[in-house]
């Protein structure tokens, strides 16, 4: 039977200061492909840029000059700071440069910098390629906020955070159909006393294309140009968070679908060791990665789009298209429900460098950065893609469209309508458990066997959106809606949050700041979570969170069985 489709598993969804007072601040970063080569832990010297220590509280220190904030509500902000060079002309499909130029004076940071160029999609709409482009390529920023009340001598937990959308699309600035920015960090870090950083990073062709032509000028670095823009944008962490009150011992990396396979791929990546102490995937998966040769086929495809396959000089070619022509070449709708028809993928490329292992398997064996692993997902992750589906005959349509007629068979008999209600359910379930549950069970399994004494923990959001429609309860928690909740933003939105709204708020601010600050999200009195152990217990997450073991456990087996990635229970 066809299982291609069905088991990608993730998203298919400036010179120098005038100022002669202050420190000297070393800009230490350069080409990370060049570091990889040399040592992937540590970063070269540079230009030296003497910065002032700042007065004013809006006012934060970088190692290339000051910046200037602006406070909302109780915690300041930062906005649209670059942590890399502008990857355009001749730096398109090239390895992140980190900056070289010292600021003159204050760099103003009061605003939002554009998205990665981008054709926009929303999940639960038709993808239309020809719409509008958006973004621009020179767009490798990040974004911090901090509590306004935090003391000069702080040393805050800091929570890095690594957008979704399939890696083809999404952005740090990503507005939700309301029209606010679903990743603001204001409340979280006011709320939870954590430095909160949301990053950007190339996505789409211009972010993970492999090509013989770009091969052979990068040789291996080729293909994760977007792995290692977050391996910049993490190392600028290092360097200048203790600017912003933040703790660069205390660094929490976390993602959210395409976010969360790449927060995976960094577990997994030696350029990234160090660089982070503890990592939280929220509905990713950690075997949504391309071999190499698949990702070269796919690049030949790409030129040939472009215009550029018989070019003398097919990079040449391929750096000289317009923004607009490039994103447009090979453009990939991003598909959460594991129903839709396009073969063209983006994301992490297994190559050394940068992931030289599938992340699934480095854990397995050990061979990643052994931190503490939040991982998880979402009751009904696809409930907002899958279309409706009024009959059995339907139920099996749509499934023997997937993987063939056998397929149809082997999915109605695990999951029946008459145990699910409705043929709808029963494909949300078996979707939900295909390409978001049982991966995230594979990913607590290996790194629980690959870290021994490292603590792993596994959780189930199961919270609807209660403040809204009844609509939209009824399409439960699908991907991403717990976003809200973590940025603490459900009342940012066209609802008036419940009670139950308020309580799952505060319980995923709970323990998602207390692991990034210790690597253990339990205390202040809040149910216990325990690690991922014998009995395999994960935290359902809920108005009142309990604990569940051994969750679904029969129909991941048979999952896994399809997909030949196995890992044995603790």
């Known amino acids: 039977m066809r ?13 120098c200061s005038e100022t002669t007072t202050g420190t000297p601040v070393t800009d230490a970063s350069v080409d990370v492909a060049a570091d990889a080569a040399a040592d992937a832990s540590s970063d070269t010297g540079g230009p030296t840029c003497t910065v002032p220590t700042p007065t004013d509280p809006v006012v934060a220190r970088t190692d ?82 901090r509590p306004a009340n935090a003391p000069a001598d702080a040393a805050l937990p800091v929570m890095v955070f690594v957008h ?35 990053i950007q ?81 929220q509905s990713g998966s950690c075997l949504a990665t391309q071999t190499v040769e698949a990702a070269r086929a796919q690049g030949v495809m790409y030129a040939q789009a472009a ?7 097919a990079a040449a070619c391929m750096r000289a298209l317009s923004t607009e022509a490039a994103v447009r070449a090979l453009a990939a709708p991003v598909d959460v429900s594991g129903l839709g028809a396009s073969t063209v993928r ?26 503490p692993v939040v991982v998880g997902h979402n009751t009904e992750e696809v409930g907002l893609t899958v279309p409706a589906v009024p009959t059995e005959a339907a139920y099996r349509g749509l499934l023997t469209q997937v993987g063939g007629a056998a397929f149809a068979n082997q999915v109605i008999a695990l999951y029946p309508v008459a145990t699910y209600g409705t043929p709808r359910a029963a494909l949300v379930q078996a ?12 990913a607590a399994r290996a790194a629980a066997r690959g870290q021994p004494g ?20 009824a399409l439960g928690a699908w991907h991403g809606l717990e976003l809200a909740y973590v940025f603490q933003n459900v009342a940012q939105g066209m609802i008036t949050p419940t009670d139950n709204d308020r309580a799952v708020e505060r319980a995923m601010l709970g323990y998602w700041t207390r692991f990034a600050a210790t690597g253990d999200p339990n205390g202040a009195g809040a149910p216990a979570w325990p690690a991922y152990a014998t009995g395999e217990p994960l935290l359902r997450i809920g108005a009142t969170p309990t604990v569940e073991r051994a969750w679904r456990n029969a129909e991941c087996d048979a999952w896994d069985m399809v997909s030949r990635a196995m890992a044995p229970a603790p």
Not at 307 to 313: M, N, T, Y
């Open 3 to 15: 299982t291609h489709s069905l088991f990608g598993f993730a998203l298919l969804v400036g010179a």
């Open 64 to 145: 290339r000059g000051l910046v200037r904030g602006a406070m909302e509500g109780e915690a300041l902000h930062w906005l649209g700071i670059p942590f890399a060079e502008p990857p355009t002309g001749a730096n398109r499909w090239r390895p992140p440069v980190a900056g070289t130029a010292c600021w003159m004076g204050e760099r103003d940071a009061t605003m939002w910098t554009p998205a990665c160029p981008q054709i926009p999609q929303q999940q639960g709409q038709p993808f239309d390629p020809m719409a509008p482009m958006e973004g621009q390529e020179d767009c490798l920023t990040l974004n911090v906020w």
């Open 164 to 198: 979704g959308g399939g890696n083809t699309a999404g952005s740090a600035s990503n507005l939700s159909p309301a029209g606010t920015r679903i990743y603001d960090g204001t409340r979280l870090a006011a709320r939870g006393n954590v430095v909160v950083v949301t």
């Open 201 to 281: 990073y190339r996505i789409g062709a211009l972010g993970w294309l492999v090509h013989p032509a770009l091969e052979g000028e990068m040789g291996a670095s080729a293909g994760n140009l977007a792995l290692l823009d977050q391996v910049a944008a993490l190392r600028w962490v290092q360097r200048n968070i203790r600017g912003f009150r933040g703790d660069p011992a205390r660094v929490m990396l976390f993602g959210e679908s395409a976010g969360a396979v790449n927060t995976c791929a960094l577990v997994a990546s030696p350029l990234a060791a160090g660089l982070f102490s503890r990592a939280l995937m």
């Open 307 to 313: 215009g550029c396959a018989s070019a003398p000089d």
């Open 346 to 371: 983006w994301g992490p490329v297994v190559s050394a460098p940068a992931l030289p292992t599938r992340p699934f398997e480095a854990m397995l064996t050990g061979a990643h950065n052994r931190v």
């Open 431 to 442: 979707f939900t458990d295909a390409r978001f549950g049982c991966g995230a069970r594979l």
């Open 454 to 473: 490292v603590n792993v923990y596994r959780y189930l959001y199961a919270h609807a959106l209660e403040g809204s429609t009844a609509t939209v309860r």
